[in-house]
Structures are given as C-alpha cells and as structure tokens.
T-cell receptor, first 117, second 115 residues
C-alpha cells in the first residue's frame, strides 16, 4: 500500500499527558498537511509543510501543539498537556506540488483518533 | 457567514435515483474545489476535483462549478446503498500566494441511499 499512513490509529490518554502522532506521506509528495476533525464537522486545517519547512499554521494550533517534518519525509504532531477538548480525529494529508501555485489533490491517511479522559 | 456551506441533511434518496449535493463558498478568489466521501469512522476519500466552470464527469459522479454564483455541486447518478456516506465539499484558496494549499471544508452532507 503506497498511500498515506498514520500511527497510531487510536490513542487514549489521560488529561495532562503528552501524545505524539506520526504521518508518512505518499513517497513522492512534497507537501504534507495536518487537519483535525470533530464529530459532525468537516476537517479543520492545522498546519502545512512543504518539504521540511513549516509554511503555515492555523490559529487553532495553540502553543501546546508542535509539528515537525525532519528531512522532508515523515511528520510528527505532538500535543503537550492534553485537554479533553483535544479529543478528535487527527488527519494527515499529502499532495504533490506542480510548479508555482500548482496545488493539486490532497490525499488523506486513515487518521489517528485521540480520546482524552 | 461560514466560508464553505453545505446542507447537513440528511439527504435520503431511493436506490437508482440521482442524489444532488450542494455547496456554496464565500471567497471569490477560490480556485480549486473538491468533493470527498467519508464513511462513518473513516477518513475522507477524494472522489472529484474541479477547477473550471462547467461540468466534470467521472463515472456516476458529475461535479458542477459556477464561480460567478460561488456554487459547486455533486450529482450521483444511479445511487447505490454503498454511496451512503457523508460528502464533504472542500475549497482551496490561493490568494496572491498567501495560502499554500489549505483546504477549507464544509460540515458535510449525510447521504442515505435506501433500497
């Protein structure tokens, strides 16, 4: 399977704990996105990387959230001091840039479902 | 006003009928539009993309775009029970290079196709 992969698929944690999620994009894709989705809503953008550079962050991404993409390959999303409001599906997507402004389709991974008790 | 709006439904159609899903968006500079299908508990799956005014057909799916009216729709012909899912409209804006491909989603329309 050469699609976007995410790990873990499910995470249950207690309030105040730190959690880290991993995303492996489609191998030739240079753009990687993180979204968050709560029940009954569409996904909301969190942050975006082109290669290893984090180019945009949503105001939804508080100081407790940090994302990295070392070497422009896989990415990690860490949430520190989790709160019950962080419970959601965290989705990763990737796409292939085509020239300047050549935005194309984003393909999503299976997601990581976080439950904060 | 929400940036991307969809009727939340649920929309119920009989098997074999045409399902029509609608989406409006607020940002006039939006350039790219996508429809995703999401089954319960699963992640969004891209089913259609459209970039120019008019219709785009792919199998039983037809996407329609009208940038003047800021309106995009998805038609599903010969609906099947397996089409029952939430359909998400997503809009990508690239305003003067300040956005790097962020998708803004509607809240989704729940479609139920009954036998």
């Amino acid at each position: 399977d050469t699609g976007v992969s995410q790990d873990p698929r499910h995470k249950i944690t207690k309030r105040g704990q730190n959690v880290t999620f991993r995303c492996d994009p489609i191998s030739e894709h240079n753009r990687l996105y993180w979204y968050r989705q709560t029940l009954g809503q569409g996904p909301e953008f969190l942050t975006y990387f082109q290669n290893e550079a984090q180019l945009e962050k949503s105001r939804l991404l508080s100081d407790r959230f940090s994302a990295e993409r070392p070497k422009g390959s896989f990415s990690t999303l860490e949430i520190q001091r989790t709160e019950q409001g962080d419970s959601a599906m965290y989705l990763c997507a990737s796409s292939l840039a085509q020239g300047t402004g050549g935005f194309r389709e984003q393909f999503f991974g299976p997601g990581t479902r976080l439950t904060v008790l | 006003q929400k940036e991307v709006e969809q009727n939340s439904g649920p929309l119920s159609v009989p098997e074999g009928a045409i399902a029509s899903l609608n989406c409006t968006y607020s940002d006039r500079v939006s350039q790219s539009f996508f429809w995703y299908r999401q089954y319960s508990g699963k992640s969004p799956e891209l089913i259609m993309s459209i970039y120019s005014n008019g219709d785009k057909e792919d199998g039983r799916f037809t996407a329609q775009l009208n940038k003047a009216s800021q309106y995009v729709s998805l038609l599903i012909r010969d609906s099947q029970p397996s089409d029952s899912a939430t359909y998400l409209c997503a809009v990508l804006t690239n305003a003067g290079g300040t956005s790097y491909g962020k998708l803004t989603f509607g809240q989704g329309t729940i479609l139920t196709v009954h036998p």
